[in-house]
């Protein structure tokens, strides 16, 4: 028994030195230079949950202007509402850069039903940005199921003067929903353009998100190339109207959907970019931009797609403010305008940037929603990867974790460039899409607190890369 005493006792030792040396490995002892960065951030944080304003301003855009569709009345007083907060901030310079976008119009509200058992079944329905109207008598047509673009285009003649139903749901076995939305959003893009040209009457997506219930979630499709007498209406049904559909074709394969959408597409309207920005102290020519979109789709009042983003991004700057932080590099604000329906604001400042000899470090996107900090992707070369990968130690203790390889954001992407450090935000994704591009995505859903975390997250991550981040593209001061 002693004997196994000392065993016990020995084994207890190896153990515990093994953790100590494990300990030692992974040390996390931060220099001199780290824990002024720490402390600087900390800062950042009580800044935020303390004296942050980014709530407010949500709350101002949501009540007073409201879902902001490109090329509408409401897109326009986004523009003024955006310049006036960016004038309100202090920011050196605040200026409109002109976008050419889609101007589409929804209409009167869609309708769509069948009748099976002698009974009427009321579908809860949308019609998708950029499509065109039915007949003003509407479409009454037998549907066809499938799950997939592959399934749609094996049909060829059967879908002629059907209505064809894409039924493809999230891979709930995904924990990051984004994958999941990847996953099955070409059914919603590229549905009616695969089918138009066997002469199918429409289309019926199922709603991207894994939520199942009765709110029909927009968002744009596209016709491609296609001739427009191949161009058909289309529109999403919500997640409960595509189960029962599923269901009762089942039982009844020859039932017939009457469907009737008014939504036009106008000719393209002129917009704008709204940009603020506080001038490098060191290296005005060099530039970091934090942003998001500012248009968002009619059916809510874009609370999450993407008003947090937005307002995430302008506080980081009120929070360098606030801070008397002076960074060595110009750091840029743009509210993007027309990301959901083209990126004409995307396309304008990237054609911009390059008539000047302004040179780009980074950038960052927040389009992912209002929710609980989780991390950062980045889109960089290996060098500035493993940079940004280094500053988890830092970034950790406010729940930033996941900080890896990934992509950065439909605004900033046109930026891409050998030494251009591209990040992405990334929040909690879970409930996302609960609300995503439907009638639910309202400022009531978006935590104050979770919001800014977010805007915290955001100004450490842009102190840390104006700090750090070199580029060995010579550009005259």
């Given at each position: ?13 190896v ?20 824990k ?26 949501t ?11 409401e ?7 955006g310049e006036?907060?960016?004038k ?5 310079s ?8 889609p101007h ?7 309708v769509a ?15 998708l ?11 009454t ?18 879908a ?12 709930n ?42 709110y ?22 919500s ?9 009762d ?70 929070i360098?403010?606030?801070n ?31 008539l000047?000899?302004e040179n ?41 974790h996941d ?18 450090t ?45 700090k ?10």
């Amino acid at each position: 028994m002693k004997k196994l005493s000392i065993l016990f006792m020995l084994a207890i030792f190896v153990i515990a030195c093994d953790q100590k040396k494990e300990t030692k490995t992974v040390s996390t002892e931060l220099t001199a230079e780290e824990k002024t960065d720490k402390a600087n951030i900390k800062k950042i944080f009580d800044t935020a949950l303390l004296n942050g304003k980014s709530y407010e301003w949500l709350r101002d855009l949501t009540t007073n202007v409201g879902g902001r569709l490109s090329g509408s009345p409401e897109a326009a007083m986004a523009v003024k509402w955006g310049e006036k907060v960016m004038k309100e901030v202090g920011l050196d310079s605040v200026w409109l850069q002109p976008a050419i976008v889609p101007h589409w119009v929804r209409g009167e509200k869609e309708v769509a039903n069948y009748t099976i058992n002698g009974k009427k079944v009321n579908i809860a329905i949308a019609a998708l940005g950029s499509s065109i109207a039915t007949p003003s008598n509407g479409i009454t047509a037998e549907v066809i199921e499938v799950k997939s673009i592959k399934e749609a285009e094996a049909l060829g003649e059967k879908a002629k003067g059907k209505i064809i139903f894409f039924n493809r749901p999230f891979d709930n076995t995904l924990i990051n929903t984004f994958r999941a939305y990847g996953g099955c959003v070409g059914q919603r893009v590229n549905g009616a353009k695969t089918v138009g040209k066997f002469g199918a009457l429409a289309v019926l997506v199922r709603s991207m998100t894994n939520k199942i219930d009765d709110y029909p979630h927009t968002g744009t499709m596209q016709y491609g190339d296609i001739p427009k007498s191949e161009y058909i209406p289309t529109a999403a049904i919500s997640t409960v109207a595509a189960e029962r559909l599923s269901d009762d074709l089942k039982n009844n394969p020859a039932l017939k959907i009457y469907f009737k959408q008014s939504c036009k597409n106008l000719p393209k309207e002129k917009s704008f970019n709204v940009i603020g920005e506080i001038r490098g102290s060191e290296n005005p020519k060099k530039v970091i931009v934090v942003g998001g979109h500012l248009d968002s789709w009619d059916l809510g009042d874009g609370s999450h797609d993407d008003g947090t983003g937005i307002v995430q991004s302008l506080e980081v700057l009120h929070i360098f403010k606030s801070n008397n932080i002076k960074p060595k590099n110009t750091i840029r604000v743009v509210f993007f305008m027309d990301e959901e329906q083209g990126g004409g604001g995307a396309t304008a400042y990237a054609d911009a940037v390059k008539l000047t000899s302004e040179n780009h470090l980074g950038g960052l996107e927040s389009d992912a929603g209002g929710h609980t900090p989780r991390g950062f992707t980045i889109d960089a070369n290996s060098g500035n990867t493993k940079l940004l990968k280094s500053w988890t130690k830092l970034l950790a203790p406010y729940g930033l974790h996941d900080i890896g390889k990934g992509g950065s954001g439909a605004d900033i992407g046109p930026l891409k460039a050998e030494h251009t450090t591209l990040v992405g935000y990334r929040p909690d994704s879970q409930r996302y899409f609960d609300y995503h591009h439907a009638a639910t995505d309202t400022f009531d859903k978006v935590n104050k607190r979770e919001l800014e975390l977010g805007s915290a997250s955001m100004a450490s991550m842009i102190y840390l890369m104006d700090k750090y981040l070199e580029n060995p593209d010579s550009v005259k001061q």
